[in-house]
């Protein structure tokens, strides 16, 4: 998978798409099997980046809370402590945990596992530090 529109074609056959722009698309992921346990969602966005003009990237991105709602301090420790996937960036008003992959020789599991990755731990992040469902 080595361009743009692959990889958009995959993520619309795998997963719930809820909204479809032509460098962007923001999907639902759910989580929590367990029937005991309450169902958490998180939204993700999936864009694409062009690096130097010239390179095509695909970003993943994940909101967790509002940046006047933590103490980003905290936030930043404990994301370098426990998280291996990802970085830290504030957006508008938004803390986000997102993460940046090449798409030239991209393959479909350098994708997942970092979706999964960062959005596993963002949610995670949310339920730490808002103790909200919000994303």
């Known amino acids: 998978m080595a361009q743009w529109g692959d990889l958009v074609a995959y993520i619309r056959e795998s997963y719930r798409v809820v909204r479809d722009e032509p460098d962007e698309l923001r999907i639902r992921l759910v989580f929590g099997d367990d029937p005991d346990t309450e169902q958490r969602a998180q939204i993700v966005v999936i864009a694409r980046e062009i690096l ?14 509002k940046h006047e709602e933590v103490d980003l301090l905290e936030v930043l420790t404990e994301v370098g402590e426990a998280i291996v996937v990802g970085g830290l ?31 596993g731990a963002a949610e995670l992040l949310e339920q730490q530090f808002t103790g909200r469902d919000d994303y």
């Open 52 to 65: 130097d003009q010239r390179e095509d990237w695909v970003q993943i991105a994940t909101p967790f809370a």
């Open 89 to 119: 960036a504030v957006m508008g008003e938004h803390v986000v945990l997102r993460h940046s992959l090449p798409l030239i020789n991209l393959d479909i599991n350098e994708f997942t596992d970092p979706l999964e990755l960062v959005a």
